[in-house]
């Protein structure tokens, strides 16, 4: 069925209610308005105000409140409204939910799913378009999740509710209304890619080109025009940003023998840096050129009406190619 990205979550977060009475979905706004992004329309009004939880403005006493009902075995599902919103329950994410696993040395786990919003594209004002994506791939003992399409938006929001392990799932707000052709019961049934998994996209031969979350899309209409000038791109979408698939990454750039990583986070310590260093690593005979990061510039993000100057977009991506070609 023809559906959006938001409304796939929305199918993915009855799914797991309906399959777990333990799954508890919280934050605010999300019952009665169903979110600020409707991701969560209809559910509370379905499975009541125990089941899904409006909470005060107060997100380290939401992820606080989840880190306690998981240890009592619950499967809280936490909605940080938008991106900036985080940090005050960074403390909680950080230093209790990512380390009672070894604390404890394997006997407590914490399965709490923490939804983001992340990314411009929406015209949003201050703290409503950050990328905080590396704070917490860098954190040990979290999963770090970024689907880019409404199928493993579906698909990814069902895994990591399921898993023992807490999750921070990053959603690209400026894709939460692109729509794609979903067969949710083929997903259940055959259970798609695992949640670690990169996916190719498009196969190329010249060079690789990197992506997750909303800048998927963006490197896929790169590829598109690069192809009309007869350059053939390979698109990675990474989905799991905590572990990497660095087998896939490595088995393209040994095939196209280059490397673009684009993010609309700041291109400085980002994870492109990481993935840059590691691919130099593993693919330092295989490269004909260095690798090359398109990102955010090293500011806070801009007004409503410069943001489109500060994402990445086709243009840019092909200015990388260029340079990476021309090497």
Known sequence: MITTFASALNTGLRRALEDDPKVVLMGEDIGRLGGVFRVTDSLQKDFGDNRVIDTPLAESGIVGTAFGMALRGYRPVCEIQFDGFVYPAFDQIVSHVAKIHYRTQGKVKAPITIRIPFGGGIGAVEHHSESPEAY????????????SNPADAYLMIRQAIAMDDPVIFF??????????????LALDRDGGLPVDRAMVRRTGTDA???AYGGTVETAMSAAKIAAEEGHSLEVIDLRSLSPIDFDTIEASVAKTGRLIVTHEAPVFAGLGAEIAARITERCFYHLEAPVLRVGGFDIPFP???LEKFHLPDPDRILAAVDRTLAA
Request: charged share 30%; proline share 9%.
């Open 136 to 147: 917490f791939a860098h954190t040990a003992g979290l999963r770090v999740l970024a689907p």
């Open 171 to 184: 959603e690209p707000k400026r894709r939460y209304w692109d729509k794609a052709d979903v067969d949710f």
């Open 208 to 210: 690789t080109v990197v």
């Open 303 to 305: 007004p409503a009406k």
